[in-house]
């Protein structure tokens, strides 16, 4: 009981987040879906972070731990090396070039760079998120829909009505600000919960020794290198947790993060956020990979290895703490779905309803239009997310899509000159119908068990040199990538220009 009233609150306080911001995000379009540029670096990297993992860290790392154990922690370090890249590398110049053509989203950005008057990269790119992202916001509900069962006893379909909700009306309310604001409680949230319930239980088992020996009653192969995994099958399950950063470079949520930060001039915040998403990443992978192991051990074989965390929650952690632990868990997940669900609003409403179909429109026709949006996506994926599933096979098949797409695209926008609009078009398309043929089709069977992110982000670079090489790039390509080195120019750590 002391644990619901504990999670209750902790709701009631997002949409109060959510209430708080509303007037500050109404004065414009920019405001609603990017807060005008102005986010504090470390608000820009823990948001970053806790939008980028989700139910990854509280669900579906622990869940891997408990079938495969401190192999699977792969799967995380990659992503924190993801995270460094993205501060280190991408993100003032993702920002110089945000602020120098005025973009509030990513395909602003590409049609911005290509003067595409005829806005097809504008509508391809966005289509390619809300459907990519459909999906991602689909898997955070499925995860709801088991941490309300677990807490309140609710059947699955209502737990996903209630999370869902909640997000959508602070999301709604307070847009970008209240969605970043509460990216980071809830990601000191989830810190706190990833670190604190497997020390505990730890602890409370008796030790590294008991829970190793438990664990390898259940599974000898647990500690194993690979797991259960023998010849081919071990490279290959090596080979697609080392890629799973990748897409991280190319997540159009993620890089709104980039895009909207106010430090960006200063190379010693970049540096810090950069320092920042690498840490939280490596460590949080350690102890929630070993909360698996810990719940393996505990029950002796779990029917949801994905609910390991609740497992240790209910055998070692006293109620009046578990309701602050549920909040974390929950928390990973709201966090990642509010993320998407403005971006892919934004999409809807910014991209192709104020940009293609009607660009006399008011900001205040833009920002009701994003709120109805909201809505209408959160109706979409409580129906995808009825069907249930596992959060990591969802999260895992919409994060290949989005990093096949975008991953080459965005990098070649910044750094190519010779960069065309049809190679970026033709490139994204081809990612986008490679990753599902690959998952539908279940082609990796064929390759050893490689996953879809290394061959369909190869495939769609690939794609996207050959097209820009046979077309013609804009005429101020030229003068455009001088006005960026300007803007980029390093003088004593400093970057001059937007």
């Not at 097209?467 to 980029?488: G, H, N, Q, R």
Request: aromatic share 12%; proline share 3%.
């Amino acid at each position: 009981m002391l644990a619901a009233v504990g999670l209750i609150a902790y709701l009631i306080l997002m949409v109060g987040i959510g209430i708080y911001y509303k007037k500050k995000s109404e004065g414009s379009v920019g405001a609603f879906l990017i807060g005008e540029r102005k986010l504090p670096w470390w608000w820009g990297a823990i948001s970053e972070r806790a939008s980028a993992m989700s139910g990854w860290w509280t669900l579906g790392f622990p869940g891997m731990g408990a079938s495969g154990g401190p192999t699977n922690m792969f799967w995380g370090w990659s992503c924190s090396v993801g995270a460094f890249l993205n501060w280190h590398t991408l993100s003032r110049r993702l920002r110089k070039l945000s602020g120098y053509y005025n973009a509030n989203t990513i395909p602003d950005l590409f049609s911005s760079r290509f003067r595409d008057k005829s806005n097809v990269v504008r509508i391809v790119s966005s289509a390619i998120i809300i459907v990519f992202m459909t999906t991602y916001m689909t898997s955070q509900l499925v995860g709801m829909g088991k941490t309300f069962g677990i807490v309140f006893g609710w059947e699955y379909s209502t737990g996903i009505i209630v999370g869902m909700v909640i997000t959508m009306l602070y999301t709604m309310l307070g847009g970008y600000l209240a969605v970043v604001a509460t990216d980071v409680i809830q990601g000191f949230l989830m810190m706190f919960t990833m670190f604190l319930v497997p020390v505990i239980a730890l602890i409370a088992m008796g030790g590294p020794g008991v829970m190793a020996a438990n664990a390898s009653a259940v599974n000898p192969n647990i500690f194993r290198f690979g797991g259960s995994a023998t010849g081919f099958a071990v490279a290959a399950g090596i080979i697609n947790a080392i890629s799973n950063g990748i897409p991280l470079l190319g997540q159009p949520h993620v890089i709104n993060r980039l895009m909207s930060v106010k430090d960006v001039d200063n190379m010693k915040n970049n540096r810090r956020s950069a320092i920042l998403g690498f840490t939280s990443d490596f460590f949080v992978t350690i102890f929630a990979i070993t909360a698996g192991i810990l719940a393996l051990a505990m029950t002796g074989g779990m029917k949801d290895n994905e609910l390991s965390i609740f497992y240790l929650c209910q055998a070692y952690i006293p109620d009046i703490l578990a309701g602050i632990l549920y909040a974390g868990i929950l928390a990973a997940i709201m966090s990642t779905a509010n993320s998407m669900l403005l971006s892919a609003a934004g999409e809807i409403s910014e991209t192709i309803y104020h940009r293609v179909i009607n660009p006399k429109a008011s900001d205040k026709t833009v920002v009701l239009l994003t709120r109805i949006s909201i809505v209408v996506l959160t109706l979409i994926v409580c129906y995808g997310a009825l069907k249930g599933g596992s959060v990591f096979t969802l999260t895992l098949y919409a994060w290949n899509g989005l990093g096949a797409c975008f991953v080459p695209a965005v990098i070649a926008l910044i750094y190519w000159k010779r960069y065309t609009k049809w190679g970026c078009v033709v490139g994204m398309l081809t990612g986008m119908g490679a990753v599902i043929a690959y998952t539908k089709l279940g082609l990796s069977a064929y390759l050893g068990g490689i996953n879809a992110c290394i061959p369909c982000t190869l495939l769609s670079a690939v794609v996207m040199v050959i097209v820009s090489l046979c077309t013609t790039p804009p005429k101020e390509a030229e003068e455009d990538f001088e006005i960026y080195d300007m803007l980029c120019e390093d003088t004593d750590g400093k970057a001059k220009g937007v």
